[in-house]
T-cell receptor, first 113, second 114 residues
Framework: DQQVKQNSPSLSVQEGRISILNCDYT??????FLWYKKYPAEGPTFLISISSIKDKNEDGRFTVFLNKSAKHLSLHIVPSQPGDSAVYFC????????????FGTGTRLKVLA | GAGVSQTPSNKVTEKGKYVELRCDPI?????LYWYRQSLGQGPEFLIYFQGTGAADDSGLPNDRFFAVRPEGSVSTLKIQRTERGDSAVYLC????????????FGNGTRLTVT
């Protein structure tokens, strides 16, 4: 049972435009969400997180939006840069649990120069 | 250290052999996690330590897999009687172990079972 889903395996965006990566979850106990970026042969790198008490968190070019009623979150990157080309994973955890993080299957973003 | 360190970076072993994978977390991080990532998939949770004890080992696929963290710092993931299906990248991560603390990953160990 995939509790965290990223339904788009890949996305291509022109440099300078907005990239929107989506993530859905099924477990209503999840209350902390994170986005990670992964380059080949490296471990995932933490990008940005959001707690369920918020619906938006912004850090520079990266903004994460959380829609709890829809059990949906999205990562917006604007403006997109070629160096943003990577695989992006969303992850979720329940702070009432054991802080176990469940990851989605990832979306490969390609930013075209 | 500056980041999470995993050794070896690559390991090739024959089916049926025993392997150990090592993880050195960020200094001061009390929580340590092991994940496994297969091609085209996201990281799959295996086990999580808080200090020396396994707080959640629900992701270990079977009793061939075992992990220890005897002094609350370095951890070793041990796989007995390896199978070809165990081939994957094994990722270790650490965190401060408090609510809403993100994981910081190492670069992983690529295990290939021939």
């Amino acid at each position: 049972d995939q509790q965290v889903k990223q339904n788009s395996p890949s996305l291509s965006v022109q440099e300078g435009r907005i990239s929107i990566l989506n993530c859905d979850y099924t477990n209503s106990m999840f209350d902390y969400f994170l986005w990670y970026k992964k380059y080949p042969a490296e471990g995932p790198t933490f990008l940005i997180s959001i707690s369920s008490i918020k619906d938006k968190n912004e850090d520079g070019r990266f903004t994460v939006f959380l829609n709890k009623s829809a059990k949906h979150l999205s990562l917006h990157i604007v403006p997109s840069q070629p160096g943003d080309s990577a695989v992006y994973f969303c992850a979720a955890s329940s702070t009432s649990g054991t802080y176990k993080y469940i990851f989605g299957t990832g979306t490969r973003l390609k930013v075209l120069a | 250290g500056a980041g999470v360190s995993q050794t070896p970076s690559n390991k090739v072993t024959e089916k049926g052999k025993y392997v150990e994978l090592r993880c050195d977390p960020i200094s001061g991080h009390t929580a340590l996690y092991w994940y496994r990532q297969s091609l085209g998939q996201g990281p799959e949770f295996l086990i999580y330590f808080q200090g020396t004890g396994a707080a959640d080992d629900s992701g270990l696929p079977n009793d061939r897999f075992f992990a220890v963290r005897p002094e609350g710092s370095v951890s070793t993931l041990k796989i007995q009687r390896t199978e070809r299906g165990d081939s994957a990248v094994y990722l270790c991560a650490s965190s401060q172990g408090t609510e809403n603390s993100p994981l910081h990953f190492g670069n992983g160990t690529r295990l290939t079972v021939t």
